[in-house]
């Protein structure tokens, strides 16, 4: 905790909506995915990569992302997320949720 | 593609050519373009396959930055407790080695060497096993399930109509080879060789082609049910085959044992069994290889068969027949030649005169006596039914019908109800054969004469020719 990095069991569950989250502002394959969070967070936010991807899976496999294999600007074919209209509605459910999670732990340990 | 078009210009050949030389063939040319374009479409979906497989093959194989040993014996692992459809498990296959590859790049790019960069980019993944564990739970949801069952029995239906148009063309494939082109042959063979006459018409020769053209579309209908049931729920299709084998024995057997009513036989019993039995070695056969890689090994021997299996059949079981010679065959018969004296003795009295009417299946026979003074001599009348036997050498057809050979190893009629002549002279007949399996009886009317002696009636019996006609069960449970 001393380094910023927040303890597993805190994380568990909330790989959709931080890949949801990245996905909001464009396409992105999956290292560029992991490494965007580990940018935003400042490094706090590390997730399991064996987690993100059956995350993605998950994600696409119910509509929330649709995939595609293309050339990436450098380097081989990749595959590409997008988020979906479905999965912007499950977006807004997560924030929803995870505000009122927050806001609930902020007073309860204030 | 240029076999699309090689393809595509044959078919052209082929339907210009049949509608000018045999114009007014409108329905077998229509199946010959159909299963053309059949062939013609699984040809080109194994190609897409084949190509969406390249698309999807992971970078190492596609000669694109090869990884080190490790990362790649890391991904054979994954690979191999994936469990999931070829297409999907290359993806993921290709997807983790491009992480794998930039994760190592990212590391290297700190100062580290590649041994330790690719040790720590596998330790970020996880253990393979747990990676595919969750991966396979990611693919294989319940709804997938549930939609690849849907798919699976929708498949089927489209399979099993893809498999009749093919069991069509076959079929008449074959009714033109034995037709035209074998029974010339079998002229020439009976004319200079051995007398052997054929029959295409045959009942066995019919039914045996028509059973074994039946096992194709449930073949076809098998396999595709498997292979969109696989896709849809993202499951190996060896995986789902073994349970599409089972329902499809169950649900198939159901319909041919308890539903399907036809004429039985034995043969038939059997070659109706084989439905279910085809439908499930079409799920569970070679059922993750493409239509051309089956085809190209099987398609002859299967063609082969289909062929030839039924004349060889029919020869065994009547098809074929040997003649006894040019005079043919002989009608002469005596009373204690047919059997018919092993009922009772002939009447002495000679001039009752009796006739048959009626069907046995489905109707009332009766017994008509043309003067029923005629039967006053004789008490305690009685209808009794009998078991016969084809008689040795009688050709199939009228000629033969009109005969059977009394089966003299039952010392007892198979029923007896007792003869009540009505004010017009006739007789009802109420025994029913339809419980039995046996095809051919002899009716007789028999009555105890004044010397206490039972005699049977009439210058001759009657013979009934039936067919048995129900489901297997009916056929199984009937006597003999």
Not at chain 2, 370 to 380: K, V
């Amino acid at each position: 905790m001393g380094s910023g990095k927040i303890r597993g069991q805190l994380l568990k569950g909330t790989t959709p909506l931080l890949v949801l989250t990245i996905l909001r502002n464009g396409e992105l394959y999956g290292y560029e995915i992991a490494q965007r969070i580990r940018e935003r967070s400042g490094g706090a936010f590390a997730p399991s990569e064996g987690s993100l991807y059956p995350a993605l899976h998950s994600l696409e496999a119910g509509g929330a992302l649709q995939a595609t294999w293309r050339d990436s600007d450098k380097g081989p074919r990749r595959r590409y997320y997008k988020i979906t209209p479905k999965g912007g509605a499950l977006l807004a459910e997560h924030e929803q949720e995870w505000t009122s999670f927050a806001t609930a732990m902020a007073r309860s340990v204030a | 593609m240029a076999k699309f078009v090689g393809a595509l210009l044959a078919s052209a050949v082929l339907i210009l050519g049949t509608a000018v030389w045999a114009r007014g063939f409108a329905l077998p040319v229509s199946i010959a373009v159909l299963l053309a374009w059949a062939i013609v479409g699984d040809v080109e979906l194994a190609h897409r396959d084949a190509r969406a497989a390249s698309r999807n093959k992971a970078p190492e194989e596609r000669g694109e930055g090869p990884l080190p040993a490790t990362a790649l014996d890391y991904l054979a692992r994954l690979d191999a407790e994936l469990e999931l459809p070829a297409p999907t498990r290359a993806e993921i296959r290709a997807e983790l080695a491009d992480h794998l590859s930039d994760s190592i790049a990212a590391i290297q790019a700190d100062g580290r060497d590649l041994g330790f960069a690719t040790g720590e980019a596998l330790v970020r993944l996880g253990r393979p096993d747990e990676l595919a564990r969750r991966l396979r739970k990611a693919h294989q949801t319940p709804r997938r399930l549930l939609a690849g069952a849907a798919g699976g029995v929708w498949s089927a239906g489209v399979g099993a109509v893809q498999g009749t148009i093919v069991a069509a063309t076959v079929g008449l494939i074959a009714a033109f080879t034995i037709g035209f082109g074998l029974r010339p042959v079998v002229d020439f063979v009976a004319t200079h060789a051995i007398p052997i006459e054929f029959d295409p018409n045959d009942l066995a020769v019919g039914t045996a082609m028509g059973a074994a053209l039946a096992w194709i579309p449930a073949f076809v209908a098998g396999r595709r049910a498997v292979k969109a049931c696989a896709s849809i729920s993202a499951r190996p299709a060896r995986q789902v085959g073994r349970f599409w084998a089972l329902a499809g024995i169950l649900a198939l057997g159901w319909l041919v044992v308890f539903v399907l009513t036809v004429q039985q036989s034995w043969m038939v019993v059997g070659f109706e069994l084989a439905i279910p039995v085809s439908f499930a070695a079409g799920a569970l056969f070679k059922v993750d290889a493409h239509f051309p890689a089956v085809a190209g090994s099987w398609l002859a021997v299967v063609g082969g068969l289909l062929l030839i299996g039924p004349i060889v059949l029919g020869s065994v079981l009547g098809g074929f027949s040997v003649t006894s010679g040019s005079s043919g065959f002989s009608t002469s018969y005596t009373d204690d030649s047919i059997g018919w004296n092993h009922v009772a003795p002939h009447s002495p009295d000679q001039s009752i005169n009796l006739g048959y009417s009626g069907s046995v299946v489905g109707g009332a026979p009766t017994i008509n006596v043309q003067d029923p003074a005629s039967l006053s001599a004789f008490h305690d009348l009685r209808i009794e039914a009998w078991r016969a036997n084809a008689y040795p050498g009688a050709p199939s057809g009228p000629a033969g019908d009109d005969l059977g050979l009394l089966d003299t190893s039952y010392s007892a009629p198979y029923a007896t109800a007792p003869a009540v002549v009505g004010a017009d002279g006739t007789i009802e007949d109420p025994i029913s054969l339809i419980h039995s399996r046996t095809p051919k009886w002899w009716i007789f009317l028999t009555g105890v004469g004044s010397d206490g002696q039972r005699y049977w009636l009439g210058s001759r019996p009657f013979l009934v020719d039936r067919t048995f006609s129900g489901t297997i069960w009916d056929w199984v449970t009937a006597s003999s």
